[in-house]
């Protein structure tokens, strides 16, 4: 039996972290925790790079646009909605763990959701402190700790794995990439428009 597994080890590439500046109280500490896991894991400081972006709702935008280089070995995605009056956190939120997920898949890149999506400040301040979370909530010793530490891990750990996988076949699933562009808009295209509509809809 083959098993395919990787750990912390320090790949070849640069490593891209897009952040939002909304709320940056709470994301630069995200942030701090990425770029100092990294370090810690042999990752030298210009091998990394960060591009700040206004909001969550940006995030894949940009994300997107550095995965299209072929540059980057992984792309860190951090922010932190918190909830408010309206539903607006709750758009946001899905229209951008939609748009991330499907980036991973399209460029067979690690795209790591950093993004914080708490009901109160309180919950966004004990996520992006300084310990590194437990992996998983099935162990007694289960804690909150850093998104941003825990989102590097995993993001040192994919690359690993990624690369110790069987290469791919061309068209070996006979199901072609999927795109946005095109004459026919892809349905996650069109999620994330609509995500948007309702999300500008709510701030009135």
């Known amino acids: 039996m083959q098993v395919y597994q990787a750990d912390h080890r320090p790949p070849e590439g640069r490593f891209a972290m897009v952040v939002s500046r909304y709320n940056e109280s709470i994301t630069s500490r995200l942030l701090e925790g990425a770029v100092r896991t990294l370090i810690e894991h042999g990752v030298a400081e210009e091998q990394i790079e960060v591009a700040w972006v206004p909001g969550a709702f940006e995030i894949p935008t940009v994300a997107s646009r550095l995965a299209a280089t072929g540059r980057y070995a992984a792309i860190v995605c951090l922010g932190a909605v918190i909830r408010g009056e309206t539903t607006h956190d709750q758009h946001i939120n899905r229209a951008v763990s939609l748009a991330l997920a499907q980036l991973g898949v399209q460029y067979r890149l690690p795209v790591l959701f950093g993004v914080l999506t708490c009901n109160t400040l309180e919950q966004a301040i004990a996520r992006s ?76």
């Open 129 to 204: 402190g300084g310990e590194i979370p437990s992996r998983g909530k099935d162990q007694p010793s289960s804690r909150l700790g850093n998104k941003g530490i825990e989102c590097a891990l995993a993001a040192l750990e994919m690359v690993n794995l990624l690369r110790q996988l069987p290469p791919e076949q061309p068209n070996a699933s006979g199901v072609e990439q999927t795109s946005f562009c095109g004459d026919s808009p892809h349905p996650l295209a069109e999620s994330l428009q609509k995500a948007g509509a309702k999300a500008n809809g709510s701030l009135g």
